[in-house]
């Protein structure tokens, strides 16, 4: 009776063990994210930069963003990589497969319009045989365009066509219409506004990547290449074209998020920091030990 019972014991315990494994493989437990609400107001949702789970949620990314209850989650899995969408509760509702080692991810005000950059490698037409895909997903509809770099660019008042172009680091309007990213060609960067429904961009200011727009839909943050080849926050006013570095003097390559419509926030080594958006101020220590940092309001 005594070994009977050490037996079932054991069995148990390795069942469970066994159980612990395959949720961790499928990067879900829903019995410890019952309570996780992507869409709850007022909280930050980061990546936890140890781990690599979002935290408060049993799901592990490499890049992460939310907005309005609707999350992305760019994975590699095996050699692949994928890009995950979930809901407010992180239940995974669609799985894109991408091509590609994840870099940045960006989800519109409404939810509803996704992008993804990943970096790729073997374009013929770049020397160093490295380059960028970047996605859209409109998950309404379900279209998905895997790269965008076919889309008609307004250069100088000009059609512009060049072998290699690249975006990455797309920022949506809250109309899920306009958006901004960042183009690459001929060694150089340039600021770009977009237009969903009509498909064509047009350059705005050479130098500046990754940009992300405020709430309000007024203001710009990018980071800008400076000498000795770090790069600079900037914010930019879309009325007046008007630029101002921030107060963050570190070299920072992230795609800033805002926390609210006077404060940006940024991955700085291994955690994330605040600034003021206006220039004034001095950066802040944020959250330790974090990235991806989304404000959910």
């Known amino acids: 009776m005594r070994k009977a019972l050490i037996l079932a014991v054991t069995l148990l315990v390795l069942g469970g063990g066994a159980l612990f494994y395959a949720v961790r493989a499928a990067r879900v437990a829903p019995a410890q994210e019952a309570a996780f609400d992507l869409a709850r107001p007022g909280q930050i949702v980061v990546r936890d930069h140890a781990s690599g789970f979002v935290r408060g949620s049993r799901t592990r990314c490499e890049r992460f963003a939310t907005a309005a209850g609707t999350g992305v989650c760019l994975v590699t899995e095996v050699a692949k990589t994928y890009a995950l969408v979930v809901d407010r509760s992180m239940k995974q509702t669609r799985r ?95 600021l770009v506004e977009g237009d969903y429904g009509r498909w064509q961009a047009r350059v705005l200011r ?45 070299h920072v390559d992230d795609q800033a998020a805002w926390l609210d419509d006077r404060t940006v926030m940024y991955a700085k080594g291994p955690d994330v920091w605040a600034v003021p958006a206006d220039g004034t101020g001095a950066p802040r220590l944020l959250v330790a030990n974090a990235s991806s940092p989304t404000a959910v309001r």
């Open 96 to 190: 894109l497969h991408i091509a590609g080692i994840p870099s940045r991810a960006r989800v519109s005000p409404t939810g509803r319009m996704i992008s993804w950059t990943v970096f790729v490698t073997g374009d013929s037409y770049n020397k160093g045989g490295f380059s960028t895909w970047t996605g859209i997903l409109d998950n309404r509809t379900g279209y998905a365009i895997t790269n965008m770099e076919e889309i008609p660019l307004t250069k100088d008042g000009r059609r512009y066509h060049s072998a290699d172009v690249n975006y990455w680091g797309v920022t949506f309007a809250g109309d899920d219409n306009r958006f901004y990213a960042t183009v690459s060609t001929r060694g150089k960067t340039y």
């Open 206 to 250: 050479e130098n500046a990547e990754c940009p992300s727009l405020s709430p309000d839909g007024r203001r710009l943050v990018f980071k800008k290449l400076m000498p000795g080849g770090r790069w600079r926050l900037h914010g930019l006013d879309l009325a007046s074209m008007k630029e101002t570095p921030l107060a963050e003097p570190a």
